[in-house]
């Protein structure tokens, strides 16, 4: 794994690994057929369902879309936000710079 690329560690149904790189934006753009750049922080609940699996998927964890949609409550979804809001961050900083949204704020 690239030391390049952070990754983030959270408690879900058990401890779990994010990853937020190229590979996670292909996974989430295959799976909805959406273009991520273009996303201006409009994210459904299908939407961060999907990119928290392309997440896990992006680090290694050998999960299916169904098996994340029950990890995911209403008591965690704030915390997978703002995990996966701050690998994004920290993935294209630039980006957020010139003001981009966060694609999940």
Same mark, same amino acid.
């Given at each position: 794994m690239?030391? %390049?690329v952070k990754t983030k560690? *959270? $408690?879900l149904d058990k401890e779990r690994t994010l990853k937020f790189n190229? @590979?996670?934006? !292909? %996974?989430f753009? @295959?799976?909805?057929? @959406? =273009?991520?750049? $273009? !996303? =201006?922080g409009e994210f459904s609940g299908t939407d961060t369902l999907v990119l928290l699996w392309a997440c896990l998927k992006s680090a290694g964890e050998? *999960?299916?879309?169904d098996q994340t949609?029950?990890?995911i409550d209403l008591s965690n979804v704030?915390?997978?936000g703002a995990a996966i809001t701050g690998l994004i961050k920290e993935a294209m900083p630039n980006d957020q710079k010139a003001?981009?949204?966060?694609? %999940?704020a």
């Open positions: 690239s030391e %390049l560690t *959270i $408690k190229f @590979k996670t934006i !292909m %996974l753009e @295959k799976e909805t057929g @959406k =273009n991520f750049f $273009k !996303m =201006n050998d *999960i299916t879309l949609a029950d990890i704030s915390a997978i003001g981009a949204a966060s694609p %999940l």
